[in-house]
């Protein structure tokens, strides 16, 4: 059992739920397909049918829309504990492509075995509808500094999230976290050119607030970031168990 409660996924529902040792045990099953992806080739293509969903044991993965004219935008960054693909099992069909950032681990979940673990645990089903309703409530605050918020404290507040869901998982902090994320990844997440997404990086690290050099983010001023771009991580829900 030692080696499920190591793992990012179990980490994560942690916090939503006292998981228990039946609930422990579904996880465990859960994680008996463990597969390998390289970087740059898609795990998932938009409009694919009749695909598992996985979940992220190792690396960063993004998921993306392509537009007409081949313009991408990425709708958010998995990182290990992330399920992968979890509404287009529910839903038959992916609408969103996954294309691993780094190589990555992954563990396949068909849908069947899903299902079952639904069945036999409801808690658990409620744990997994928790991360979807987390999922949603990422993409509205992405939305809003899309459409709302200036490009500094747009970037501040996603650079922010991403070291307060890496810091549930063990992989970040207040002082910052690993990051493979290029400018260009950056850019299409963002509504921002990678020209302007430079520009901001640099304006953020002379203004004394955060340093995002050699695949690291570094929080200069943790509390100035949070004062400036207004983040406020209720929405990610990382407080006491709901469920005991």
């Known amino acids: ?116 673990a639904f069945t036999k645990t409801p808690r658990l089903a409620a744990a997994f509808l928790w991360t979807a309703s987390r999922d949603e409530a990422m993409v509205v605050e992405h939305l809003v500094g899309v459409g709302r918020r200036s490009a500094d404290a747009r970037m501040a507040h996603f650079l922010l999230e991403l070291g307060a869901r890496l810091k549930l998982v063990g992989m970040g902090s207040k002082e910052g976290y690993a990051c493979p994320l290029t400018q260009y990844h950056l850019a299409d997440a963002l509504g921002l050119s990678a020209v302007h997404v430079n520009r901001v990086l640099r304006k953020l690290r002379e203004s004394g607030l955060l340093t995002f050099q050699d695949g690291r983010v570094t929080f200069d001023n943790y509390d100035g970031l949070v004062g400036f771009s207004g983040f406020d991580p209720a929405y990610l829900d990382q407080t006491d168990p709901l469920l005991k």
Do not use: N
């Open 1 to 116: 059992m030692t080696d499920i409660l190591e793992s990012p996924l179990t980490k994560k529902l942690q916090v939503f739920l006292a998981l228990s040792e039946d609930e422990l045990d579904v996880l465990k099953r859960l994680h008996l397909r463990r597969r390998s992806f390289t970087a740059g080739r898609d795990l998932v293509h938009q409009g694919q049918s009749d695909q598992a969903a996985y979940i992220l044991a190792a690396g960063w993965v993004c998921s993306y829309k392509l537009q007409p004219d081949g313009t991408r935008q990425i709708v958010d960054f998995q990182i290990p504990g992330d399920f992968l693909g979890l509404r287009s099992v529910l839903l038959r069909t992916s609408d969103h492509s996954f294309e691993p950032v780094t190589d990555i681990q992954a563990v396949e979940v068909l849908a069947d075995d899903l299902l079952d």
